[in-house]
T-cell receptor
Framework: GAVVSQHPSWVICKSGTSVKIECRSL??????MFWYRQFPKQSLMLMAT?????????EQGVEKDKFLINHASLTLSTLTVTSAHPEDSSFYIC??????????FGQGTRLTVV | QKEVEQNSGPLSVPEGAIASLNCTYS??????FFWYRQYSGKSPELIMS????GDKEDGRFTAQLNKASQYVSLLIRDSQPSDSATYLC??????????FGAGTQVVVTP
């Protein structure tokens, strides 16, 4: 299957600071990528659709000014959590379709805000 | 009504037995469906995809889709302890955007 790489795999930051998470498609180009968030014991919730060369599309209830998404190339999307607070602590996962209907997931990033 | 619904479990299955997982979906979910396996603290791993009515088999896994009943299932034959995980049912829009069910935790007991 296609490979999606996410970095970092875990990060701890202080409350009020910003954190950037990278999602790369390693062996294919992705004009679209997706960002999910997963709280403990819960399922994945789609946060936003990242579109190469244009603005991201956010799901209802997701603050676009807090979760900044940039998709500057066909292989890289970044999610920046701005002014992070403890309630933003979660597992953030990106995915990308490789041309078919299937989506491949990155390894995920465990964010802890202290 | 949630768009993709699953029984959260846990589903306890003796080693070597068949695990049966079910998922229902609403009209707003498109017609491509996926089963992902997720180990604790890890990212989901695709194990099966199914797009048309009927059964699809891959090794010990069989997925079944019934569009008239808006129902998709997954059977795991000869369950192994390594199959203990959360299984996520997802509906796709055809472009990689997925809506997930809550996940069913499977525990395979030796």
């Amino acid at each position: 299957g296609a490979v999606v790489s996410q970095h970092p795999s875990w990060v701890i930051c202080k409350s009020g600071t910003s954190v950037k998470i990278e999602c790369r498609s390693l062996d294919f180009q992705a004009t679209t990528m997706f960002w999910y968030r997963q709280f403990p014991k819960q399922s994945l919730m789609l946060m936003a659709t990242s579109n190469e060369g244009s603005k991201a599309t956010y799901e209802q209830g997701v603050e676009k000014d807090k979760f900044l998404i940039n998709h500057a190339s066909l292989t890289l999307s970044t999610l920046t959590v701005t002014s992070a607070h403890p309630e933003d602590s979660s597992f953030y996962i990106c995915s990308a379709p490789s041309g078919g209907m299937e989506a491949f997931f990155g390894q995920g990033t465990r964010l802890t805000v202290v | 009504q949630k768009e993709v619904e699953q029984n959260s479990g846990p589903l306890s299955v003796p080693e070597g037995a068949i695990a049966s997982l079910n998922c229902t979906y609403s009209d707003r979910v498109s017609q491509s469906f996926f089963w992902y396996r997720q180990y604790s603290g890890k990212s989901p791993e695709l194990i099966m995809s199914i797009y048309s009515n009927g059964d699809k088999e891959d090794g010990r896994f069989t997925a079944q889709l019934n569009k008239a009943s808006q129902y998709v299932s997954l059977l795991i034959r000869d369950s192994q302890p390594s199959d203990s995980a959360t299984y996520l049912c997802a509906g796709g829009n055809g472009w990689g955007k997925l809506q997930f069910g809550a996940g069913t935790q499977v525990v395979v007991t030796p």
